[in-house]
C-alpha cells in the first residue's frame, strides 16, 4: 500500500466574515507526527474545524487533499469515511445514545452494508481498547460524552481514535485537562497507533505531551499561518522561552489576524 | 366514511340498560346514573392555550356487539403480538379488544401472592366491593367535567390491580388495549392499587389501526399506600381518527413511591392530563413523557405535581419531538402547598422543533405556597445542536442516521425506562416510523 498523504496548500478560512487562516500550507505523511503550537487564538482550532468540514468556517481558498484527492468537495460524513479523524476541543455531549452504540454506529457505516462488524468482535475490540487507556468498562453503557468530566472526555476521543483506525488524525488539544498519568495514558494510546499508513497532527499548547509522543515536526502558527518549523526541540524552547523571540525574529506585533488587520 | 351520531344521545335509560347487562353492582350502578345526569350541565375542560371545542367527543360506536370470545396467542392480530415478550411462566397479560378480555396469562406467583389482576367488567361483578372504594375517589372526580362525567357513565373496559401487604411484584403486569371496530369507543378504566409496603410495575399500551373517527377517554387511577412503590409505563398510539382524552393520576401516600413512563405517540388530537398528589409526608413522584407531534395534530400535554406532605418530592421530565403543521402545548406544573416543608420540585421541558410550521409550547409553572422547599425548573423549544451533528458526522455517520441517533436519544428517557423488551422495541419502531 502506498504511504497516505495529507496535503494542505494555500488553505484560506473565514469564520463569519473574517479570515483567521490565511495561506496555510503542510504536508504530513503516512507514519508522522506533526505538532502545531501557538498563543491564543492564532487559529489552530479553526485550521482543524475546516479541514474536517465544519460548516461555521467557509474555505475561501486553497485546498485540502487526502492521497491526492480534494476533501474540501465533500461532506463531513465523507471525509471521515475517506479516512479522516478529529479529536475535538470541545467534544459534544449526545444524550440518550451510548458511548458503545455510537462507535457501532460509526464503524458500520465506514465498513459498509453487508459487512458490518460483529457483535462479538466489536465488544472485544471495545474491551480492550478501553482496557489500553484505562477506562472503567462502565463507560461503555454511558451516554456518550453525557457528564463526563474534561479529562473522561479527551479519554474517550483517543477512544474513537483507537476504535475507527483512521489514516490521519488531528487531536486539538487532546492533552487539556489531563492529569499526568492520564496524559501518559493518552500518549501511550497515540503512540500505539504509530505506523506507516497513520499520521498525526496534534495540536498542543504544552512541551509535556511532546515528552511523551515524539513529533517529527514542529510547526508555530501566528495570524493564521506557520511562521517556523523544527523538530522536537522547537518545541522545548517554545516551552522555555515562549513566543516572544519568534515575534522579534519575524517582526509580528500581533500574532491574532484579526486584530491585527483591524489596525491595518 | 359512515358517520355515527354526532351527539350524545346517552341516557339515563341506556346507561342503566348497559350496566345490568354486564352484571354490574348497583353502586356502580348509580354512579353512572349520577354522571349521565351530570354530563348534560357540565362543560368540557379548558386546557391552557388549546381550543378542544371542535374536537369529536361524541362521534362514536359505544357498545360494539359481536364475537369477543377468547383468542389464542396466535390468534392475536401480528399488531398486538409484536408486544408481547417471547412467553414465560413469570409473565402477565391481559388483552383487551374493544373493551373486552380476549387474552389471558397469569403466573402462578401472582395467584399465590394474591394480587387481582383483573379485567374491570369482571372486577365489578367479582370484586364489587374493593373497587368500590377506589373507583373514582381521591385521584378523579365523576363531576370535574364533562369528559370525567362521560367517561363514568359509559365506561366500557380497563382493569383492575390490586397488591396485597408487602407483596413485591417482580414481573410487570401488561395490559394491551386495542381497537378493532373502527368506530369502537374506548372508555377505558384503570384503577392500580398498592397497599402498604408493596410493589408493583405496570405497563399499558394502547392500540388502534383505523383513521376513522372515534373517541378514547381514558382515565387511570393510582393508589400508592404508605411505603408502596409502583411504577406506570404507558405507550399511547392510536391512529389519526381517534380524539383521545386520558387522564392518569396518582395518589401516594406517606413514604410511597409512584414512577411514570409514558410514551405519548397518538396521531390524532390528544388532551392528557398526567398528575400526581403527594398527599403522605415523604412521598416521591417521577413523571417521565416523550411524544412526537406530526401532521396536522393539535396535543395538549399536562405534567403536574401537588405537594401535600412534607419531605415530598417531586421530578417532571416532557421531551418532544414536533415536525410537520402538529401543534403541542407541555404544561409542567409543580404545586407546592402551604405545610410541605423540605419539599422540592423540579421540572424540565424541552421541545425539538424538525419544522418551521410546528408549534411547540413548553409551559414550566411552579406555584409554591410554602417557603421551606427547593423548586427549579429548564424549558428550552429549539432545533438540533449543529454542533452535536458535526461531532457525529465527523465519525462518518450520515446526516441522516446522526439525526435519527439525537431524536432517539432525546426521546430515550422513557423508552429506556420501560420494562419489558418488546415494547421498548415497538416504541422506538413507532419513533423511527413518526420522525421520519
Ligand atoms: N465560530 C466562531 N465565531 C466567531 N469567531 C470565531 C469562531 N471560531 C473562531 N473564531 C475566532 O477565530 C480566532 C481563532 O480561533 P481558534 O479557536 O481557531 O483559536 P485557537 O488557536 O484554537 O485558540 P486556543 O489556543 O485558545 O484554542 C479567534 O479570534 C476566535 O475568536
Ligand atoms: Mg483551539
Known sequence: ????????????????????????????????????????????????????????????????????????????????????????????????????????????????????????????????????????????????????????????????????????????????????????????????????????????????????????QVHVIMQGRIVKSGGAELAERLENEGYDWIKEELGIENEKVGEQEQEA | MMSVDT????????????????????????????????????????????????????????????????????????????????????????????????????????????????????AAKEHGDLLKQYFMSHAVDVDENKLTAHHVALMNGGVFVYVPKNVEMEEPLQTIYWQEDPEAAIFNHVTVVAEDNSQVTYLENYVSFSEQDAVANIISEVYAKPGANISYGGVDHFEKGMTTSVIRRGYAEKDATIKWALGQMNEGNTLSDNTTILKGDGANADAKAVSVGRGKQSQNFLTHIVHHGKHTDGQILTHAVMKDEASSIFNGVSKIEKGATKSNGEQTERVLMLSERARGDANPILLIDEDDVTAGHAASVGQIDPMQMFYLMSRGISEKEAERLIIHGFLAPVVDQLPLQAVRERLTEVIERKVQ
Open chain 1, 1 to 216: 500500500m502506498a504511504t497516505p498523504t495529507l496535503k494542505i496548500e494555500n488553505l484560506h478560512v473565514e469564520v463569519e466574515g473574517t479570515e483567521i487562516i490565511k495561506d496555510f500550507n503542510l504536508e504530513i505523511k503516512g507514519g508522522e507526527i506533526h505538532a502545531i503550537m501557538g498563543p491564543n487564538g492564532t487559529g489552530k482550532s479553526t485550521l482543524a474545524s475546516a479541514i474536517m468540514g465544519h460548516p461555521k468556517y467557509t474555505v475561501t481558498q486553497g485546498k485540502v487533499l487526502l492521497d491526492g484527492e480534494n476533501i474540501l468537495d465533500m461532506d463531513v460524513d465523507e471525509r471521515a469515511k475517506a479516512g479522516l479523524f478529529l479529536g475535538m476541543q470541545y467534544p459534544s455531549e449526545i444524550s440518550g445514545v451510548t458511548n458503545s452504540d455510537f462507535l457501532r454506529s460509526a464503524i458500520n457505516t465506514k465498513r459498509g452494508e453487508g459487512n458490518e462488524i460483529s457483535l462479538m468482535k466489536f465488544i472485544r475490540k471495545m474491551d480492550e481498547k478501553m482496557e489500553q487507556l484505562e477506562m472503567d468498562p462502565s463507560f461503555a453503557q454511558r451516554y456518550l460524552n453525557e457528564g463526563f468530566s474534561g479529562g473522561e472526555k479527551k479519554r474517550n476521543e483517543i477512544l474513537q481514535l483507537l476504535m475507527l483506525e483512521p489514516k490521519f488524525a488531528i487531536l486539538d488539544e487532546i492533552d487539556s485537562g489531563l492529569d499526568i498519568d492520564a496524559l501518559k495514558v493518552v500518549a501511550n494510546g497515540v503512540n500505539s497507533m504509530r505506523n506507516p499508513e497513520f499520521g498525526c497532527l496534534i495540536i498542543t499548547h504544552y512541551q509535556r505531551l511532546l515528552n511523551y509522543i515524539t513529533p517529527d
Open chain 2, 7 to 122: 351527539k350524545w344521545t346517552f341516557d339515563e335509560k341506556y346507561v342503566k340498560e348497559y350496566s345490568q347487562r354486564r352484571g354490574e353492582p348497583e353502586w356502580l350502578t348509580e354512579e353512572r346514573l349520577l354522571a349521565v345526569r351530570l354530563a348534560e350541565k357540565l362543560e368540557l375542560p379548558k386546557p391552557e392555550k388549546t381550543n378542544i371545542k371542535t374536537w369529536n367527543f361524541t362521534s362514536f360506536k359505544h357498545d360494539v356487539t359481536g364475537d369477543y370470545g377468547e383468542l389464542k396467542r396466535e390468534e392475536l392480530p401480528e399488531e398486538v403480538r409484536v408486544l408481547l415478550d417471547r412467553a414465560s411462566e413469570g409473565e402477565n397479560i391481559l388483552v383487551l379488544r374493544d373493551g373486552k378480555l380476549v387474552y389471558r396469562s397469569i403466573s402462578e406467583r401472582l395467584k399465590e401472592q394474591g394480587v387481582l389482576f383483573v379485567d374491570i367488567e369482571t
